[in-house]
């Protein structure tokens, strides 16, 4: 199908915030901002799908006038932030939070619990404000976590220790754990610093894309969605229109429809939607 088909077509934009719709230095491009709202004008909705908490998106939706819910965690939760209307949300359950913060003290690692509105610390875990690359959230020190185990969205462990680690990841996965997805990786800011969180079964940005696309009453090919890392390969997986931008990893790209010339720090996501316009003017 033409190119100019497609995006004519296009009703719903997804993005991914940190190495996408932002610069380095947490900002969205000027291009960007007048082009969504010119597109509003043509029909055409957005979104975040990102690993961020909840309340570390806000400010962004904020200052695009999004009126509708958006992925946060990486599917986790998909929440309006302007009437706080809960689309979906998915809770690990107590009984696996209790597993996980028992193998930290076991093994070592430092551990928190990321809820919607802040991740929440004890002092024995007091390092993990320092050491997380976990942009704009909201970090809370508590005596203890047994008042925090509901509601517990992930649990974030971060340490030095590789194998330590990585034996924690396995013991939170099949078949010694049930009902729960990993994620272990290596932190890019901090040196030899390794993450692993844990969610429950399911939460990925592309299962909250289809979520959200039920909601809206739009069909995959009817959305684009705009990425530059790992986590974003669910999404990359669905039939909507898939967008890498520059400084998005290789297998990313291999799997996009559309590479934009430009970065995420010279607005690669301006580039792509001054393209929208285009065919939705007719050009």
Not at 65 to 76: E, N
Not at 197 to 225: D, F
Not at 251 to 280: C, H, M, P, Q, W
């Amino acid at each position: 199908m033409l190119l100019s088909k497609i995006l004519k077509d296009i009703k719903l934009v997804v993005f991914d915030l940190d190495g996408t719709l932002l610069s380095d230095d947490g900002k969205i491009g000027e291009e960007t901002k007048s082009l969504v709202k010119e597109l509003k004008k043509k029909d055409v909705r957005f979104s975040f799908a990102s690993g961020r908490l909840h309340s570390a998106i806000v400010k962004f939706t904020e200052e695009l006038d999004i009126d509708m819910p958006v992925i946060s965690l990486d599917g986790a939760l998909i929440k309006n932030s302007r009437d706080n209307n809960v689309l979906y949300e998915s809770f690990i359950s107590k009984s696996h939070v209790k597993k996980s913060l028992k193998l930290s003290d076991m093994y070592l690692v430092n551990v928190a619990l990321c809820h919607a509105d802040a991740i929440y610390f004890t002092d024995q875990n007091s390092i993990i404000p320092q050491i997380t690359d976990k942009f704009g959230a909201r970090f809370k020190e508590v005596k203890s976590y047994d008042e925090y185990l509901d509601n517990t969205l992930e649990v974030f462990f971060a340490g030095d220790n590789r194998s330590a680690v990585t034996f924690l990841r396995d013991k939170m996965s099949f078949p010694f754990t049930f009902g729960c997805s990993s994620s272990f990786y290596r932190s890019h800011s901090k040196e030899n610093i390794y993450y692993l969180e844990i969610r429950k079964s399911g939460s990925t940005k592309g299962n909250a894309l289809k979520r959200l696309l039920k909601y809206l009453n739009l069909s995959e090919n009817e959305a684009a969605v705009v990425g530059d890392w790992y986590n974003d390969i669910p999404m990359f997986k669905t039939n909507s229109f898939k967008v890498a931008v520059n400084n998005a990893v290789a297998e990313l790209k291999r799997n996009a429809d559309f590479v934009t010339r430009r970065t995420n720090n010279e607005d690669a996501a301006g580039e792509f939607l001054s393209l929208i316009l285009k065919y939705k003017k007719g050009n």
